[in-house]
């Protein structure tokens, strides 16, 4: 049983390790003691975009090379797929997000931090518990 706190990016996840009593950096997350967490607890991030569009190429072979004659291209469903330079780092959050019996998803409040949670929670099948912050 341990407890993820899912930030938007490596300086988020900074803080909120810093504002714990104990944390110990690890690759791609940190792992946190503190007596506010019964669990074992630990807090990750997402960059960028983890997540993103497939290629047209993904969803039918005439649309792999890019042609104004193919345009516009409408799939019937849309998949994502996690981005070439991110794998890691996904792998990362995903193994964690999998053991946790509980997900705090603290992203920023704002389009890029739904858009992370919303892509996760597209690819992997995971339940977690939305936190919102204000920063004033």
Request: no cysteine.
């Amino acid at each position: 049983m341990s407890t993820v706190i899912l930030a938007e990016k490596p300086s988020q996840a900074l803080a909120y390790a810093s504002a714990l009593k104990q944390s110990t950096k690890k690759d791609g997350y940190f792992e946190i003691k503190d007596p506010i967490f019964a669990d074992e607890t630990f807090i990750t991030f997402g960059f960028g975009h983890l997540v993103e569009l497939a290629e047209p190429g993904h969803y039918d072979e005439k649309w792999q090379n890019w042609k104004l004659e193919s345009l516009p291209i409408f799939p019937d469903r849309y998949d994502f797929e996690v981005a070439t330079d991110k794998k890691k780092q996904f792998k990362i959050v995903a193994e964690l997000l999998k053991q946790a019996n509980t997900i705090i998803v603290a992203t920023d409040s704002d389009r890029e931090g739904e858009n992370i949670r919303s892509k996760l929670k597209s690819v992997l099948i995971v339940h977690y518990l939305k936190i919102l912050y204000n920063r004033n």
